[in-house]
């Protein structure tokens, strides 16, 4: 599976963003995706929320404000970004995991990664 990030951009604080992430190829069905942030500076890739046949999972700082879902063909997941803030600039990434790999949104291991598309919090 291949993935392409669009929708990030400059927003100020508060306001709000949808990314998109869109497969080319087979659909999400056989695997779990999720999107991930990489903050300035930082070289890890940390989850911001996941979806697996276990159902929807976000990290703590992100629950309340963003949403996760696909399309119906689920060929293309969205974050939907809401109350946004500083702290959550970075580069956000797509990615995918067969479900049977899958260990949960904290663990990156074995997922296939997008490029990336840049988000920017301003104060």
């Known amino acids: 599976v291949q993935l392409l990030e669009s929708g990030g951009r400059s927003v100020q604080d508060g306001g709000s963003l949808r990314l998109s992430c869109v497969t080319s190829?087979?659909?999400?069905?056989?695997?779990?995706v999720g999107w991930f942030r990489q903050a300035p500076g930082k070289v890890e890739r940390v989850g911001v929320g996941c979806l697996s046949t276990s159902g929807l999972e976000y990290s703590e700082s992100v629950k309340g404000r963003f949403t996760i879902s696909t399309d119906d063909a689920r060929k293309t997941l969205f974050l939907q970004m809401n109350r946004l803030k500083p702290e959550d600039t970075g580069v956000y990434y797509c990615?995918?995991?067969?479900?049977?790999?899958?260990?949960?949104?904290?663990?990156?291991?074995?997922?296939?990664w997008g490029r990336g598309t840049q988000v920017t919090v301003s104060p």
């Open positions: 190829g087979e659909s999400f069905d056989d695997y779990a």
């Open positions: 990615a995918a995991v067969p479900e049977g790999d899958y260990n949960g949104c904290h663990d990156t291991g074995g997922f296939l």
